[in-house]
Each structure stands twice: as C-alpha cells, then as structure tokens.
C-alpha cells in the first residue's frame, strides 16, 4: 500500500501560483509513475498531469499545458505540481495519485490521496 499526503494548496488571486507537494510512504514510488488530478465541485475528477517512473516523461491535460510543471524526488518519496498564471477555473481539489496508467484516452490510479483545495479568486 501507498499513503499520499498532499499540502500546498490554498486561495490564490488570478495570475498567482502555487506549488502543491505530494509525500509518499509505505512504498518507494521509484518504480510508480505519479499523477495529480482534481475535482471542482459538481463535476467529475479529471486528470491533470502525470510523470512518468522510468523516463520522468509529463503529460498534462490541454488546459494547463504551457501554465503547470510536474516533477519528482524519487530520493525524497515527493512529487510536485508547480501551477502558474493560475485562473478561477483551475479552483478544485487536487488529488495526488500513484501508479497511474494510461488506458485508451483516460487516466487512472491505483493509489489516491485525501487532495488539497485550490481556489482561485479573480
């Protein structure tokens, strides 16, 4: 089993940024790749970045390309997602995943954390 703890997150005025943490324990995620989605209220989960355990590869969602970094301390058991020029429509729970997989167009994982709330004011 994995146990995922996110911090980070916080209220944010339109245009600011946050960097969210992820901290592992119970497994190395050395050999995991990692994710972070979310959920605004109302709405379904949806993916929003994962990286990749053998190549350190990104993927990220279309709308947060180009705004939102993912990276990992394999040393540390920690995963980030840096968020920049952060807009009211990013506001959700963001939720850090591990052993995540891609099947067909949807992500998946197989381990969860409790999330951490964003919002962002505009």
């Known amino acids: 089993q994995v146990q995922l703890v996110e911090s980070g997150g916080g209220l944010v005025q339109a245009g600011g940024s946050l960097r969210l943490s992820c901290v592992a324990s119970g497994r190395t995620i050395s050999k995991y790749t990692m994710g972070w989605f979310r959920q605004a209220p109302g709405k379904e989960r949806e993916f929003v970045a994962a990286i990749t355990w053998r190549t350190s590869s990104p993927y990220f969602t279309d709308s947060v390309k180009g705004r939102f970094t993912i990276s990992r301390d394999n040393a540390k058991n920690t995963v980030y997602l840096e968020m920049n020029s952060l807009k009211p429509e990013d506001t959700a729970v963001y939720v850090c995943?591990?052993?995540?997989?891609?099947?067909?167009?949807?992500?998946?994982?197989?381990?969860w954390g409790q999330g951490t709330q964003v919002t962002v004011s505009s």
């Open positions: 995943a591990a052993d995540a997989f891609l099947e067909a167009t949807m992500w998946h994982a197989n381990y």
